[in-house]
């Protein structure tokens, strides 16, 4: 079974910078494109940024453009996030998922999610 393991969340405040990481296992990882999605209270859950298999090419939402940076290390079958000029609207509970694209990005089947990993950003 996969198994997706985020981590890095917390507090800070706006203006901040924040890394998430996601462990993953069960999986062909360096075959698997990887992507951060993530759940306001009270809102559908949405994408945010996605990375090829092999790291060279990437994805974000508009409203990370600039901001955000996903990576991989296929060697360690590890994604991160990297998080700054963070802003309240960030807020959310981030989740990391193998991904494919038929015109948006989703989570691939047979993938269940993980707890993800919660980010508060104060004011």
């Known amino acids: 079974q996969v198994q997706l393991v985020e981590s890095g969340g917390g507090l800070v405040q706006s203006g901040g910078s924040l890394t998430l990481s996601c462990a993953a296992s069960?999986?062909?990882?360096?075959?698997?494109?990887m992507g951060w999605f993530r759940q306001a209270p009270g809102k559908e859950r949405e994408f945010v940024a996605a990375?090829?298999?092999?790291?060279?090419?990437?994805f974000y939402a508009d409203s990370v453009q600039g901001r955000f940076t996903i990576s991989r290390d296929n060697t360690k079958n590890t994604v991160w996030l990297q998080m700054s000029s963070l802003k309240p609207e960030d807020t959310a509970v981030y989740y990391c998922?193998?991904?494919?694209?038929?015109?948006?990005?989703?989570?691939?089947?047979?993938?269940?999610w993980g707890q993800g990993t919660q980010v508060t950003v104060s004011s």
């Open positions: 990375i090829t298999f092999s790291g060279g090419t990437t």
């Open positions: 069960g999986l062909a990882f360096s075959a698997a494109n």
């Open positions: 998922v193998p991904v494919t694209r038929y015109g948006v990005w989703k989570k691939v089947d047979n993938v269940y």
